[in-house]
Nanobody, 125 residues
Framework: QVQLVESGGGLVQAGDSLRLSCAASGRTDSYNAMGWFRQCPGKEREFVAAVRRTNGITSYSNSVKGRFTVSRDNAKNTVYLQMNSLNPEDTAVYYC??????????????????RGQGTQVTVSS
């Protein structure tokens, strides 16, 4: 089992920045990728960004590319999401997830088998 705890969400204004963190515990040797997903009320959960633990390869959704940066600290079993130039469309619950992901599939939610409780990000206009 892997436990994930997110932090760093909050209420900000459009154009502001936030940094989310997600700390993993438990069987931290059981996954090779860490990612972020988000869900708005009434919408499907969508992929945001992910990073491979070994080589740091990253993947981003088109909606956040250039504004968000995902990174990891393997020594701390922690993944981060730096979010810049936030806009109201980024308002959502952000979830951290980990899994064993095959090559080229960082954005596929089916490979992520552990997920945190989520942290709310609200961006006002």
């Amino acid at each position: 089992q892997v436990q994930l705890v997110e932090s760093g969400g909050g209420l900000v204004q459009a154009g502001d920045s936030l940094r989310l963190s997600c700390a993993a515990s438990g069987r931290t040797d059981s996954y090779n990728a860490m990612g972020w997903f988000r869900q708005c009320p009434g919408k499907e959960r969508e992929f945001v960004a992910a990073v491979r633990r070994t080589n740091g390869i990253t993947s981003y959704s088109n909606s956040v590319k250039g504004r968000f940066t995902v990174s990891r600290d393997n020594a701390k079993n922690t993944v981060y999401l730096q979010m810049n130039s936030l806009n109201p469309e980024d308002t959502a619950v952000y979830y951290c997830a980990v899994g064993t992901v095959v090559l080229g599939a960082l954005s596929n939610p089916e490979y992520y088998n552990y997920r945190g409780q989520g942290t709310q990000v609200t961006v006002s206009s």
